[in-house]
């Protein structure tokens, strides 16, 4: 699996090691999505480049396009998992290593300076400003069968941006808060969800 921006806008692609074959998995026509690392991108349109993730047992691979997640299969069938809230923006995904659960973590829009495109790198301000107007960020699991969201766990005054599901339980994320208020100190963070 890959990114392109082959057809003028940014999208995912399969790559078949052994024949060379190529084929397009999402069919994105809006630029960057607004997200994290990628913050000049367009406030809840466009591909969101830090989403794509990749269950390797199954070949599917989830990814976020404007509000939407999706889902596309190895023999190139695309569904609608969910729809994400008005108001947040995202960050890295993870599915776990079962293929059942896809974890999204968003931020209160206001994190990023709402709905405007932002022109630089905004990042040494956000955590000051999530303390400061008592923002949260979210840990949302979403059920990969059918899309339905098992947990929507705030993580106050945080600024959440990557996650991952322990190899061995699914029902452990691994997050992190970015920017903390001394570099280093409890960044990292486990999150059980039973």
């Known amino acids: 699996m890959f990114l392109s921006?082959?057809?003028?806008?940014?999208?995912?692609?399969?790559?078949?090691?052994s024949s060379g074959r190529e084929w397009q998995l999402s069919d994105n026509r809006d630029r960057i999505l607004k997200s994290y690392v990628y913050f000049t991108g367009s406030p809840y349109r466009g591909l969101g480049m830090a989403s794509p993730?990749?269950?390797?047992?199954?070949?599917?691979?989830?990814?976020?396009?404007?509000?939407e997640i999706h889902l596309t299969r190895p023999g190139g069938e695309r569904q609608l998992l969910a729809t994400l809230p008005e108001g947040q923006m995202t960050a890295y995904t993870h599915v776990s290593v079962d293929g059942t659960r896809l974890?999204?973590?968003?931020?209160?829009?206001?994190?990023?300076?709402?709905?405007?495109?932002?022109?630089?790198?905004?990042?040494y301000?956000?955590?000051r400003r999530?303390?400061?107007e008592n923002l949260c960020s979210y840990l949302r699991v979403y059920r990969t069968s059918d899309g339905s969201e098992l947990a929507c766990e705030?993580?106050?005054q945080a600024w959440v941006t990557h996650v991952q599901f322990s190899p061995v339980n699914p029902d452990w994320i691994l997050y992190n808060h970015e920017w903390g208020r001394q570099a280093g100190v409890r960044?990292?963070?486990?999150?059980?969800g039973r």
């Open 154 to 156: 705030p993580v106050p």
């Open 130 to 132: 999530m303390r400061r």
């Open 125 to 127: 301000g956000v955590a």
């Open 187 to 192: 960044r990292m963070w486990l999150w059980d």
């Open 53 to 67: 993730t990749l269950d390797a047992e199954s070949g599917t691979v989830y990814y976020i396009q404007g509000r």
């Open 103 to 123: 974890c999204v973590p968003t931020v209160d829009a206001r994190a990023l300076d709402g709905d405007h495109r932002l022109r630089g790198h905004p990042t």
């Open 5 to 17: 921006d082959r057809t003028g806008d940014p999208n995912l692609f399969m790559r078949d090691l």
